[in-house]
């Protein structure tokens, strides 16, 4: 009897390590599943980061061959991130004011049609073309932020509004900026700054043409086939 009761001890004990043993397998199994998809994942986002910077690259140098030698006419720049800055502000708008100056409409009937020309080429990757207007914090009525927010909301949307109307522009063209030229008025959110970390006013106001991606929904398409 006493040989019975510690067989089948055995037995019970030799069980529960075998449960043990396939739970531990299981654990390591899992484990090492989870460690294969962290690495789809990280292979994925650096696939993505990859065509993502090589389509900025291939951008930029379209928008610099094209635009190299108006820049400095213009006092204008493009950006790593190939925004197109126009840093003039007496030249883009009086003082205060929203309404175009007739420089700046030259500039854009000179500028805009060869930009959009360029995009269009990239257009399965854009989200949107966003025409940003910034402010500096200056304002000498008093209702600094709420004033600089509608002037600067205003001077986007009449700079979009002049774009979109040249005559030079194609009807497929136009069609295409239906869905993707947008205003934004960004006040004084992103001031551009001195050396010393204080404001540059006359740098903080300007108009500035931004490229958005797709990159968001490249990445979740991505990110879906790794898993």
């Not at 654990?27 to 389509?55: P, Y």
């Not at 522009?169 to 900026?177: A, H, I, N, V």
């Not at 004084?188 to 106001?205: M, V």
Request: proline share 1%; charged share 25%; net charge positive.
């Amino acid at each position: 009897m006493k040989f019975q009761q510690d067989l089948g001890i055995a037995d019970l004990m030799s069980g529960l390590m075998m449960i043990f043993l396939l739970i531990s397998i299981a654990f390591m199994l899992d484990v090492e599943a989870q460690k294969n998809v962290i690495q789809r994942q990280k292979d994925a986002m650096t696939e993505i980061v990859l065509v993502v910077e090589q389509s900025r690259i291939k951008l930029h140098q379209e928008l610099v061959q094209e635009f190299a030698r108006n820049l400095k006419q213009w006092n204008a720049e493009i950006l790593i991130d190939n925004t197109v800055r126009f840093n003039a502000p007496k030249v883009l708008f009086r003082k205060g004011k929203s309404t175009l100056t007739r420089k700046f409409k030259q500039i854009l009937a000179d500028f805009f049609p060869r930009y959009i020309k360029i995009l269009q080429a990239y257009s399965t990757d854009l989200e949107a073309i966003r025409i940003e207007g910034h402010t500096s914090s200056d304002w000498v009525n008093g209702e600094g932020y709420l004033g600089n927010v509608e002037l600067s909301q205003q001077r986007a949307l009449n700079t979009l509004k002049y774009c979109y109307n040249l005559q030079s522009l194609k009807k497929d063209e136009r069609l295409w900026l239906q869905q993707v030229l947008k205003a934004n008025g960004l006040a004084f959110a992103k001031r551009i700054l001195n050396p010393d970390g204080t404001e540059n006013f006359e740098k903080s106001r300007r108009v500035e043409f931004k490229v958005i991606t797709k990159a968001e929904e490249k990445l979740s398409l991505i990110l879906e086939r790794s898993r």
